[in-house]
């Protein structure tokens, strides 16, 4: 696997299909995305470049969030806390 495609261990991507591979993302995008650059988060509880690149105008409708999202009041923070 290719630098660029690594998952980091321990981050919320581990396990699944990140987000920069469901939506597409080229390189270069990924190297500006904060969702890439900082895995301990998912995607929609960052300030990522989807709005801007991919035409999405809400995560809920995502299909990376379907797949992996939560309810509002159940964040990826709140989970890893309750599992502590």
Same mark, same amino acid.
């Given at each position: ?8 261990? @321990? ?31 998912? &995607? ?12 999405? @105008? *809400? &995560? ?14 159940? *964040? $990826? ?5 309750? $599992?502590?």
């Amino acid at each position: 696997m290719a630098e660029h495609e690594r998952i980091k261990e @321990d981050g919320f991507w581990t396990d699944k299909t990140p987000c920069w591979v469901m939506r597409g993302c080229i390189f270069e995008a990924r190297r500006l995305c904060r969702a890439y650059r900082d895995q301990s988060l998912p &995607c929609w509880e960052q300030k990522t470049l989807c709005k801007e690149l991919l035409n999405i @105008d *809400t &995560c809920f409708a995502c299909e990376v969030f379907k797949e992996y999202g939560s309810t509002p009041k159940e *964040t $990826a923070n709140e989970k890893r806390n309750a $599992a502590l």
